[in-house]
Nanobody, 124 residues
């Protein structure tokens, strides 16, 4: 099994940028499809982005398309999420997720392994 630890969150002003990282241990992430989800206060989990095992295909939620970029480095066992042009609606806890069976999914149920999350707070 794999363990996931997110980092890189923080408090930024609207228009700012952050890079979130997900460090994996226990197993190489090359066998896992990876994704980022987020949960804002009082709201359900929301799909943000996903990437296939090789990194050759990505998928984004409409709300973040053009502002967020997911990438992976299988040699370093990390997945990153570059988030630009932040707005207050992006405030949430961001979670990294992994699954060995799905190619690239948008549902929370598609992913078996989850990190503990990193808080992103955007002030106006």
């Amino acid at each position: 099994q794999v363990q996931l630890v997110e980092s890189g969150g923080g408090q930024v002003q609207a228009g700012g940028s952050l890079q979130l990282s997900c460090a994996a241990s226990g197993r190489t992430i090359s066998v896992y499809a990876m994704a980022w989800f987020r949960q804002a206060p009082g709201k359900e989990y929301e799909f943000v982005a996903s990437i296939t095992r090789s990194g050759g295909s990505t998928d984004y939620a409409n709300s973040v398309k053009g502002r967020f970029t997911i990438s992976r480095d299988n040699a370093k066992n990390t997945v990153n999420l570059q988030i630009n042009s932040l707005n207050p609606e992006d405030t949430a806890v961001y979670y990294c997720a992994a699954d060995v069976t799905v190619r690239r999914g948008r549902r929370r149920a598609d992913y078996y392994y989850w990190g503990q999350g990193t808080q992103v707070t955007v002030s106006s």
